[in-house]
């Protein structure tokens, strides 16, 4: 008798579907209160699944699991080599598992199952290989000492100790291997809290570490909201390190209850990414990038490459380029082959995109694509350019979170002019350049106030180190910068 073959979106369906529990010191658990929440397909408005809601107490017991794995040799005294193969297996797993996960990606997040499929996912997979091979290499150092006397003088790098992970629905799988990937290696206990819009593959990636083998408490999964369960965390005085990836303003509020035992904060918060086209770049190269850097993802991207000044020379074919581009995209469910654009997240989301849009024309800004209203029963968002707009307008000056594009020429090739306008925000995440001239393209990264700086394209990288400037976050993930962030440094000196 044959039996049907289940398709990734079958699993991902019937994963959806289950009931969806705690991950607390390696067991799947109720939260203390019995609460739950629904989790819904964006590009539908249709329920996919139950997830229990964690609160204060589930909050504690995470962190007292995630303190005993720190304080258990099982963990505490595992070698990095072995650490390192127990990543790798996690990746090897998720890529056995990879069209599920894209499925799953697709249901609770909208993006196109292609960009799940073919970049989310590669990139997640490789986060957690690059980062196992620094297991081994968190090495520190023998130091000459100039004192009295004879001296062996040495550094250690340390574990900084139990990890609070707050991560967002933007990218959900790709931004939770970012973070626990160091940390694990590392030798971190770490607590993750996915978004609540987009706790599915967070799930479903926990079940892979209880099949691998880490030990009880290393890692654990909090699902709920960030105003009781990220809120307990990152006021929890078992904490010893916070990390986020979201909005500023809520960045605020952790630091300000990361204060109480003076924990170690890393922050990945909001940005306004200026893209310039210099006089010289390759027009069709600078459309292409000018509507990839904003459109992709629907725009909810962090880096998005919110704002676009051209020289003047190219100002007007640039423009029209990217708003016919913009015009031209394919909104749909993830799921159907010719769709190139989702939904946003959430109905709050795109009613404050279309205001934004709304806002700015009402302002005097010209709408050059986009601003209609789609008609759908899914989040969905017209791909939306605007000219005409002014440093005072907020659509041109706040991190909008969606596919709007404010474009501006420019007359003036003194590159510390264009600097200046490039810079004038409170934001300091990403710039891009496009130029054929490579003495003008060192000059203006130099220049520019932002952590990563991309010259004629090029995107993420595990192993280049990502975060912002002014109030665009605090520290560095990825790369060297970005394990380094997850150990403490103790010097030792010993007198001979």
């Keep these: 008798m044959e039996t049907a073959v289940s398709t990734p979106l079958d699993k991902a369906r019937a994963f959806a579907a289950q009931r969806h529990q705690l991950f607390i010191g390696g067991r799947w658990i109720e939260s203390a209160e019995g609460r739950r929440f629904e989790t819904f397909d964006p590009a539908t408005t249709k329920r996919l699944g139950e997830i229990a809601e964690a609160g204060a107490a589930d909050a504690d017991a995470a962190v007292r699991a995630a303190r005993a794995a720190m304080e258990s040799p099982e963990w505490s005294g595992m070698k990095p080599a072995v650490r390192a193969r127990l990543l790798n297996r996690l990746a090897d797993a998720l890529e056995a598992n990879i069209d599920e996960f894209a ?294 000056r706040e991190e909008i979170f969606g596919p709007v594009l404010c474009a501006m020429s420019f007359a003036d090739e003194d590159l510390d002019r264009i600097a200046v306008d490039a810079n004038a925000t409170d934001y300091g995440l990403g710039a891009v350049v496009w130029t054929n001239n490579l003495s003008a393209a060192h000059r203006l990264a130099r220049k520019l106030k932002a952590g990563t700086v991309r010259v004629n394209g090029g995107g993420l990288d595990p192993a280049l180190p990502f975060g912002g400037f002014k109030q665009s976050g605090w520290g560095r993930e990825n790369g060297r910068e970005g394990i380094d962030a997850y150990t403490e440094t103790k010097a030792v000196a010993i007198a001979i």
């Design 103 to 396: 499925a799953l990606e697709t249901l609770d997040n909208g993006m196109p199952m292609r960009d799940a499929r073919f970049f989310h996912l590669p990139h997640a997979i490789e986060t957690l290989r690059y980062n196992a091979g620094w297991a081994t290499k968190l090495n520190g150092d023998t130091i000459a000492l100039s004192g009295m006397g004879d001296w062996h003088a040495y550094t250690l790098k340390e574990p900084v100790g139990v990890v609070a992970q707050i991560v967002p629905w933007n990218a959900p799988l790709a931004m939770a291997a970012a973070k626990i990937a160091p940390a694990l290696a590392a030798g971190c206990a770490v607590i993750l809290k996915p978004a609540e819009e987009t706790s599915l593959t967070a799930l479903r990636l926990a079940h892979l570490i209880a099949e691998i083998g880490f030990p009880d408490g290393a890692f654990n999964l909090l699902t709920g909201d960030g105003e009781t369960a990220g809120a307990a965390l990152t006021a929890h005085p078992g904490v010893d390190k916070v990390t986020f990836t979201g909005s500023t303003e809520v960045g605020r509020l952790i630091l300000r209850a990361a204060a109480g035992n003076f924990k170690r904060v890393t922050l990945e918060l909001g940005g306004k990414t200026p893209v310039i086209v210099l006089p010289d770049a390759d027009p069709a190269k600078a459309i292409e990038g000018a509507a990839r850097a904003i459109f992709t993802n629907a725009g909810q991207v962090c880096n998005a490459g919110s704002r676009l000044f051209v020289h003047e020379r190219l100002h007007d074919e640039v423009v029209e380029g990217v708003a016919r581009i913009a015009e031209s995209i394919k909104l749909g469910s993830g799921f159907e082959a010719d769709t190139q654009m989702g939904p946003v997240i959430s109905a709050a989301q795109r009613d404050r995109v279309r205001g934004y849009v709304r806002q700015g024309v009402d302002a005097g800004a010209a709408l050059r694509a986009g601003g209609r209203e789609v008609e759908s029963e899914g989040y969905f968002v017209a791909p939306s350019v605007l000219t005409g707009t002014t440093e005072d307008m907020s659509v041109r």
